[in-house]
């Protein structure tokens, strides 16, 4: 049956109103990121331990409060420790950029020695590599600034995570309906997540060190870290060493292959094997949706933004599917077709 013309400008409206929200909200959250950033950072760290203080009061009959700062020292360790890790591994990098930078400009110079890029394309070698040179060593400082942010925000972090905690009561979570739908979603991701990306950090930093690479912790530490990003996450702290081992005079070209190739190959079995076996379709978002969520969420909190992006999405997924309105947002961002 064809719609007749008021259902018709329904929809109309109603497109247009969603798309005006939409924006509205964008630039809220973009205004608002020095703020919103560290409380949803210590909203997922809360749903990632929140099982933990559970266990305290409901198995070692341990009292609420104790529960709650039991949790939160727990946190506070394990957050400072490491904090102080990767503030000793981005020291460690800053305190080499100037060699990392000039790894890269060899290896540039090597590529305009080996390649006619000057016959091939017209132009100067360095016009297209001295570019490339620099949005490499733009990427590198992006991470180490994005790490550095995350860090400078942790007192703030800490703050609103006791709040969190301190507010949470095990008898209220519901046992049916969205919220749990959310909660079972979110908590099950964030901790599989983590200890995949724990495997993947340990496994890279034991691998590069057995190889003899300079700042093989700072490797492992960033595996960890970026393996928190889909998709583009684990190809930029593959590529993360290829500069310090590529040129490096005690390096041999065995070992510099067997850096790249083995954390490489460690990456795609568990990014492909191991965590779809462990996650299952816990978020339930399509490929595309999630780098367009990488991409978007990027833009509006930098690369915070990037490790929050999977797990937002997938909360917007669920929220979408409850409303009639909505529902055929939440099939796009599963990858369903449409149905109705």
């Not at 409901?58 to 700062?69: D, E, F, Q, S």
């Not at 969190?164 to 979570?173: A, C, I, T």
């Not at 912790?217 to 870290?225: E, M, Q, R, Y």
Request: proline share 6%; with cysteine.
């Amino acid at each position: 049956m064809e719609p007749t013309a008021d259902q018709q400008e329904g929809r109309l409206s109603t497109a247009c109103l969603l798309t005006i929200t939409f924006i509205l909200v964008a630039v809220a959250l973009y205004l608002l990121r020095e703020v919103m950033v560290p409380l949803v950072l210590a909203a997922f760290i809360m749903l990632a331990v929140t099982p933990l203080m559970d266990l305290q009061t409901r198995y070692l009959k341990a009292p609420r409060g104790v529960a709650v700062v039991g949790t939160l020292v727990l946190c506070i360790v394990v957050l400072v420790l490491f904090g102080l890790l990767i503030s000793a591994s981005v020291e460690q990098m800053a305190s080499n950029a100037s060699t990392y930078a000039a790894q890269i400009d060899k290896i540039t110079n090597r590529i305009s020695e080996a390649l006619p890029l000057e016959k091939l394309l017209g132009t100067d070698e360095g016009e297209v590599l001295n570019p490339m040179a620099e949005v490499i060593g733009r990427v590198v400082k992006g991470t180490m600034s994005a790490i550095g942010a995350v860090l400078g925000k942790g007192a703030l972090v800490l703050i609103f995570l006791i709040f969190l905690l301190g507010g949470h009561r095990p008898e209220k979570v519901p046992t049916t309906g969205t919220r749990r739908e959310i909660r079972e979603s979110i908590q099950g991701y964030l901790i599989t997540k983590t200890i995949v990306s724990a495997i993947t950090g340990v496994l890279v930093g034991v691998t590069l060190a057995a190889l003899g690479v300079d700042m093989a912790v700072a490797f492992g530490l960033f595996a960890f870290v970026l393996n928190f990003i889909p998709n583009v996450g684990s190809v930029i702290s593959t590529l993360l060493p290829l500069p310090v081992v590529a040129l490096n005079p005690e390096v041999s070209t065995t070992v510099a292959v067997l850096a790249i190739a083995i954390p490489g190959a460690l990456q795609f079995a568990i990014g492909n094997v191991l965590e779809p076996r462990l996650l299952g379709t816990s978020l339930d978002l399509h490929p595309i949706v999630i780098l367009v969520a990488l991409i978007f969420w990027s833009v509006i909190w930098g690369p915070v933004g990037m490790l929050l992006a999977a797990p937002i999405t997938a909360i917007l997924r669920i929220l979408f599917s409850k409303l009639d309105v909505t529902a055929p947002l939440a099939n796009i961002l599963a990858g369903r077709p449409m149905t109705g």
